[in-house]
């Protein structure tokens, strides 16, 4: 009769948990007139160990129905609520924790046994059924509450959800706590996995609302493949906000943000590979690309969703085997677009440029900038990487190509209007080298140098059409440079000249300042190098002292005037001031080693100096010896190979701004 006495115990509960408020005293009072007291009863019960550890106590609201009862005292006490009344408060928590409790009593007592008692084997049968099924009631509530996830709204209803989610959270420890003990000593329904259960619903929650999810109803856009899109985008980001606003704060100690993301992003990724899967339009193809570089990203990196879902853990979008042809479709059709732009920009170029503030003005550089630049930065955004739109750039390239053979017609034609379509494309071109020169990022390194190239080369055309005339012009006076006449009269022949050149210089009207500067900065250079070039030609020689110093001074002289000349009139090239006075110098230096040492000096500033050039200069100082000359030729031919800088990137973007490549103006034979 002692061992059974626990079982005894439990029937007592058992039945107290499915009477009637009415009868719970009735049958408390049964019970204890049916078993040991209590000393003696705890004593029969602990005498079994359990087979699993003691359950960890869970801090939750303990319900209570009040009712009014009479003890001796005459005061009143607060009987729990039952099981059955816990589940229909939703109090489910609470209501989980009863079974549990009873859950763990009864699988004790048959860990102890209950003999062979037939009717003792038959209630403890029924009661586990019992048990069983109060199980799947509560279950059943917690699935439903979970299925209403995006209904929870008010306070009520997120307790409701929380309660739901904290069963499952007690189910999972007692699982934990039924580990190791043997299958036929545990109950049948353990492990409930219920945590499993939650992840596979959630799952098909997802699946569903993602699935269902409306097209987009605006009317503008006329795909169907867009509608869907944005469509399943939207239902994405309002599901994930309603998780974070009302759903978030009913999983205490887990942030189920995260795993509702990855389940959003897994339905987003499955419906864009399936859409990509049977080929797309342009329009598509770019729309799909939007997706995963712009709006998706910026979806997941919202304030509120940041906090909580760690967008870089989740997968590619599209993997790179399915990213890759939408990118070159992408890429293929700006190309084209862009392309088509540009012919089309050249091809509106106005015969006869307008007047603006005084300058011809030509919009050709502006809408060519705008058209490749908004290309540029729209492949961008819309491929998330700046290396890969670089290739657009390419167009660029070609568009300078075509534009280089426009304005060669226009020169070679000369018409009437070639001088103002010409003064107006200086300024494009200026434009054009600006933008390459401060967006140089945007460039592969050699589509950067190949347009900086092109650029000069057809900068080079334009000014030449205006240079080439005033040359023809001024041949003749050119042609005393050098000679014994300038050596007599350098200041005469020196001020012909540029008179010449000053009349040239004001009829360049109708000129952007910064292009007249330009191209002044060219005449400039030219006009010395052809100075020198004639000083050059051995039509004298100096052989002796008096003249060398007679001819350093005219050097000195005519320099000065060259320089002002220009300088005032807006050339930018100061350095060239130096050319002169260091030729010059050569002429007054006795010591061969001395002229030496200043030619290689010489060749490190101009890089373009060479042996011709040296050999032409030394043959106006007569007084230098056949041996001297051929020491200092090869001197200065080892030196000028160990010492010859190389250029910065500056000064090869740009040369009309830098002397250093001066003496290849100057041609010798």
């Not at 887990?254 to 897994?266: D, F, I, M, R, S």
Request: aromatic share 8%; net charge negative; hydrophobic share 30%.
């Amino acid at each position: 009769m002692a061992s059974c006495l626990p079982f005894l115990r439990l029937l007592t509960y058992f039945r107290s948990q499915h009477h009637n408020d009415g009868d719970e005293e009735k049958e408390e009072e049964q019970a204890k007139m049916t078993v040991e007291p209590p000393s003696t009863l705890e004593r029969a019960v602990s005498s079994s160990k359990p087979k699993f550890p003691k359950f960890r106590k869970v801090n939750l609201p303990f319900f209570k129905k009040n009712l009014q009862t009479k003890n001796n005292g005459n005061q009143t006490s607060e009987i729990p609520l039952t099981f059955k009344q816990n589940l229909k408060e939703q109090h489910f928590a609470v209501a989980g924790k009863q079974l549990i409790n009873r859950e763990e009593r009864l699988f004790s007592v048959k860990q102890d046994g209950v003999g062979s008692n037939k009717s003792l084997v038959e209630e403890e049968e029924d009661y586990e059924e019992s048990l069983r099924k109060d199980f799947e009631d509560l279950l059943e509530e917690v699935w439903s509450t979970l299925e209403n996830s995006f209904e929870v709204r008010t306070e009520n209803e997120k307790e409701a959800l929380k309660q739901a989610v904290l069963v499952i959270q007690q189910e999972e420890e007692q699982d934990r706590r039924w580990e190791g003990v043997a299958e036929k000593e545990r109950p049948p329904w353990r492990p409930r996995c219920c945590r499993w259960t939650h992840d596979s619903l959630l799952q098909n929650i997802v699946q569903r609302r993602m699935e269902e999810a409306k097209l987009d109803s605006n009317a503008d856009i006329k795909s169907s493949i867009q509608k869907e899109i944005i469509g399943k985008g939207k239902q994405l980001k309002e599901d994930l906000l309603h998780i974070v606003e009302h759903v978030r704060s009913c999983y205490p100690g887990e942030n189920v943000c995260q795993p509702y993301a990855k389940l959003y992003h897994q339905a987003f990724c499955a419906k864009l590979r399936e859409i990509t899967d049977y080929g797309l339009s342009d329009d598509d193809c770019s729309h799909v690309l939007q997706w995963v570089n712009i709006h998706y990203p910026s979806i997941m990196r919202r304030k509120e969703l940041k906090e909580v879902i760690e967008y870089e853990q989740l997968e590619a979008l599209l993997p790179e085997n399915m990213l890759a042809p939408l990118e070159e479709q992408y890429l293929t059709q700006i190309e084209n677009e862009v392309q088509t732009w540009c012919q089309n920009i050249l091809k509106e170029e106005k015969a006869e440029p307008e007047l603006r503030d005084g300058c011809y003005f030509s919009p050709l550089a502006i809408d060519v900038i705008e058209c490749v630049h908004g290309a540029m930065t729209s492949a961008q955004k819309v491929l998330g990487s700046c290396s890969k739109s670089q290739r657009i750039t390419h167009q660029i390239k070609e568009f300078l190509i075509n534009y280089q053979d426009y304005l060669k017609n226009v020169t070679e034609d000369n018409q009437g209007n070639t001088d103002a379509v010409l003064k107006a494309n200086l300024r494009c071109i200026r434009q054009l080298r600006e933008h390459i020169r401060k967006n140089q990022e945007l460039f592969p390194a050699h589509i950067r140098t190949d347009c900086m190239d092109l650029l000069t080369n057809i900068r080079e055309l334009c000014h030449g059409y205006f240079t080439t005339s005033i040359h023809k012009d001024l041949k003749g006076k050119y042609s005393k440079l050098g000679t014994r006449e300038w050596l007599k009269h350098s200041e005469k022949v020196c001020g012909e000249l540029l008179e010449g050149v000053d009349t040239h210089i004001q009829k360049l009207t109708n000129l952007d300042k910064t292009c007249l500067q330009d191209l002044l900065s060219h005449l400039h250079k030219q006009v010395l190098a052809e100075y020198v070039r004639k000083t050059m030609k051995k039509k004298i020689k100096l052989g002796d002292e008096k003249k060398q110093q007679q001819a350093a001074k005219a050097l000195h002289d005519n320099n000065q005037k060259i320089h002002t000349l220009f300088t005032e009139a807006g050339s930018n090239l100061y350095d060239l001031k130096d050319v002169l006075p260091r030729l010059a110098e050569l002429l007054t230096i006795k010591d061969p080693q001395f002229i030496e040492l200043e030619l290689v000096n010489i060749s490190k500033s101009y890089s373009d100096f060479s042996e011709a050039h040296v050999c032409a200069w030394l043959h106006l100082k007569a007084t230098l010896s056949t041996s001297e000359l051929k020491m200092i030729k090869k001197t200065f031919s080892e030196l000028r190979e160990l010492n010859t800088p190389k250029e910065t990137e500056n000064q090869k973007l740009d040369p009309l701004y830098s002397s250093r490549d001066f003496f290849s103006k100057v041609l010798v034979k």
